[in-house]
């Protein structure tokens, strides 16, 4: 039987591929989103604000791939919180406070720059190799897959965002969803969970992204863990998943609720009504 599933090295090498042409047609449709105060579906944010922080974003993860990002001056301005979500926003909301007015006209450039210098950083590297990212906290680094990851992710919703304030299409690839879970993922769930909600959850979760990768996830409250590609073992609920939905959902760009009727995310398995409470657990960073 073929193999069907890729590995972290290889979806790296893809996402070294893909990074240019995604950039390229990101910048495309900052470029062309003509009034730069329509307002996006973030809340507080105008198209402008979204493109600034997308600028900003991919710059510094794709300085951070190389090894070269300014960590003591990000320090200086990341918040000191424990709950990642309120840390990166205070920190969005201090360096858009901070940004110049004309500031979204230079994005396109930084877009395009910031692909290329990831491009040439990632020739030949480890995708498990440290790096530090100040507002993930730098007693835990994230892996360098996980920040190649982030820069597509960033990009691909971001962009999305523009898009929707300015009147543009912009559809998120799924071979791109699919990076973006296979890099990221991993590294950033057990980031990401709410401790209250997840206080009451004990369960083994299986999420078999359509086309790629499979992550187990063991919820024990807030205490949780991942694993790739996990093999065969007792599991509470497996949720099937479209991966343009999961990273939509996920985002909170789209409700699992809509997903799920449209059977784009489906449950099975000994408690499948765990698999919208899976959904409820994690924050949107």
Known sequence: MPRTRTTLVEDLAAARVAVPALAE???????????????????????ADVA??????????????????????????VPVHPDL??????????????????????????????AAALVAALDGRDPDEPCGIPWFGLDTPLSLAAVV????????????????????KWVVPPEIARLIISLAYLDTIPRTVDASRAAAVHAVFRIHV??????????DGPQVETHRDPAPARTDCHIWV???????????????ARQIAAGRMVSFG????????????????
């Open 25 to 47: 047609r990101a910048a495309r449709v900052v470029e062309g989103m003509g009034d730069p105060k329509a307002v996006s579906q973030l809340p507080g944010w105008n198209a």
């Open 242 to 256: 479209d991966p343009v939905a999961l990273v939509l959902t996920a985002s909170g760009r789209s409700s699992q």
């Open 52 to 77: 600034v922080h997308l600028g900003m974003a991919c710059t510094a993860y794709s300085a951070a791939a190389a090894g070269v990002l300014d960590v003591k001056r990000w320090d200086k301005v």
């Open 210 to 219: 359509r086309g790629g990768v499979t992550i187990g996830v063991d919820v």
């Open 270 to 285: 000994r408690k499948p009504w765990l698999g919208p409470v899976f959904g409820r657990i994690f924050a949107h960073p």
């Open 85 to 114: 979500a309120q840390r990166v926003a205070v920190l969005n909301a201090t360096t858009l406070a901070q940004a110049h007015p004309d500031a979204y006209l230079a994005v396109p450039g930084q877009l395009r720059d910031g």
């Open 149 to 168: 990851g982030l820069f597509l992710s960033e990009t691909a919703l971001h962009v999305l965002d523009v898009a929707r304030a300015s009147g543009q």
